[in-house]
């Protein structure tokens, strides 16, 4: 009984890991894809072409990036250019062994680097063979999708100067997805909240003075958004947009009997944000935004007013989102040429509200 189980889990655990080198595979084969079809019609004075061994870090396995060598490889072939093998520089491990009556150590060592101390010996040696060019190339993992991005340099030997570089995705929907800017128009709403509304005719007088008194409010708001993507997790923004805020209610005004109060503003602000919970099947996007912002509002000329919200962004799809959030408002206060009126909040508004994003 217990050698079957074991030998279950075996299976098992090939499976899984066969099914992860077929994955990697067609991963790479759409990243050297790519680099085959641009390569081919790249067009640069020079004919003779090395193929660099292909960087990689710590999250990417050996046999991935010796892939993506070969599949370059094959992509010179394919091309105008000649392909110059030459074995002494292709990069590899040299294990030393050192031993005493002590002790017993391995030193792992690179063999360009023991070979050649400096650039510029390299580059001597590949003029030498008169290589016109050589490509490098670097490939990395996004540990979150399992997605893997090439980067591809066609570097000329007697100058060292970048004639061409290119990057590749092994998800064909990330360039198209992933924009590190956005745009995005949205709608908002809040619950009723309660406030101290007032107004005050300016007569120099108490009985000019309506209030104040505990009203519920309603906010409105319009906004669109500018937002500036500076990694996968972090980003910055702004916005310009308006928000009315009003007494659904009415206004209790007992002096000329204007019963209503409603407060536009044109609003400007800035906003930094973070994404979390990447989505496995739409490559460039995230579940979820946590945005903080702070609001400049001016419900006139002369009068300004400040908010802060906090807010969390669901996104549905690529363009559709939906959104909840928190706002402090600083005190609101529109003067006329008739009266000044405003309201003052002491606790915070609930909001929320959808928005498209392009």
Request: include cysteine.
């Amino acid at each position: 009984m217990r050698n079957r189980f074991l030998v279950i889990l075996l299976l098992q655990a090939t499976a899984v890991w066969s099914q992860r080198v077929y994955d990697f595979d067609k991963s790479i084969e759409r990243l050297t894809h790519g680099f085959t079809v641009d390569f081919s019609q790249l067009i640069i004075p020079g004919n003779r072409v090395y193929v660099m061994s292909t960087e990689y870090n710590s999250d990417v396995d050996a046999y991935v990036a010796d892939k993506i060598r070969e599949g370059i490889t094959l992509g010179v072939k394919e091309s105008k250019y000649n392909l110059v093998y030459q074995p002494f520089f292709k990069d590899h491990v040299v294990r030393k062994v050192y031993s005493s009556d002590t002790s017993f150590r391995i030193q792992h060592t690179s063999f360009l680097r023991e070979n050649y101390k400096g650039m510029r010996s390299v580059l001597d040696s590949l003029d030498s063979y008169g290589i016109d060019h050589f490509i490098a190339s670097e490939v990395s993992l996004n540990k979150e999708n399992q997605l893997l991005s090439l980067n591809v340099y066609l570097v000329e030997t007697s100058t060292l100067l970048v004639k061409w570089a290119q990057r590749y995705y092994s998800d064909p929907r990330f360039k198209s997805s992933k924009s590190n800017k956005r745009i995005g128009l949205g709608i908002q709403v809040s619950d009723l909240v309660e406030a101290e509304s007032f107004r005050d005719y300016g007569t120099n007088s108490s009985s000019s003075i309506v209030g104040p008194y505990q009203d519920p409010v309603r906010i409105q708001s319009v906004e669109v958004n500018y937002d500036e993507i500076v990694n996968q997790k972090w980003g910055a923004g702004l916005h310009i947009g308006g928000t009315s805020v009003h007494l659904p209610e009415g206004f209790k005004d007992t002096i000329v009997g204007f019963n209503s109060m409603s407060i536009s503003s044109l609003d400007f602000g800035v906003s930094v944000l973070a994404t979390f919970w990447p989505k496995q099947k739409e490559v460039g996007t995230n579940w979820l935004t946590v945005r903080e912002k702070v609001t400049l509002s001016k419900p006139t000329l002369y009068d300004t007013y400040i908010t802060s919200t906090t807010r969390a962004e669901l996104h549905l799809t690529q363009s559709l989102n939906v959104f909840a959030g928190i706002s402090f408002f600083g005190p609101i206060k529109r003067s006329t040429l008739q009266f000044s009126e405003g309201l003052t909040f002491n606790q915070f508004v609930l909001c929320y509200g959808t928005s498209l994003s392009f």
